[in-house]
């Protein structure tokens, strides 16, 4: 069964970084692409970024491009999402993902994910 557990979220003022973590568990975690997705209080659930199994291929959304990177290590089962510059619209509950399925890219929509995380809080004070 594949599991997944976030860590690294927080309070931190705005303009600090944190940098959360995902490990997998389960199944060969080299074989998946990964999402980074995020829910603030009252909205929908929205990607922030995503990578491909080989970590070749990213992709940001247009708020986080620039200040977040995603990057993954594939010998610790684990997909890294650091965040810079953080502004207090980037509050939210932030939850990695995972497919059940094998993709050469990305994929952007929750619904394209089988797996996801409890989520870890990021707030950010002004």
């Known amino acids: 069964q594949v599991q997944l557990v976030e860590s690294g979220g927080g309070l931190v003022q705005a303009g600090g970084s944190l940098r959360l973590s995902c490990a997998a568990s389960g199944r060969t975690f080299s074989n998946y692409a990964m999402g980074w997705f995020r829910q603030a209080p009252g909205k929908e659930r929205e990607v922030v970024a995503a990578?491909?199994?080989?970590?070749?291929?990213?992709y940001y959304a247009d708020s986080v491009k620039g200040r977040f990177t995603i990057s993954r290590d594939n010998a610790k089962n684990t997909v890294y999402l650091q965040m810079n510059s953080l502004k207090p619209e980037d509050t939210a509950v932030y939850y990695c993902?995972?497919?059940?399925?094998?993709?050469?890219?990305?994929?952007?929509?929750?619904?394209?994910?089988?797996?996801w995380g409890q989520g870890t809080q990021v707030t950010v004070s002004s």
């Open positions: 993902a995972a497919p059940g399925i094998r993709w050469g890219g990305w994929r952007l929509t929750t619904t394209a994910y089988d797996y």
């Open positions: 990578i491909n199994w080989s970590g070749s291929s990213t």
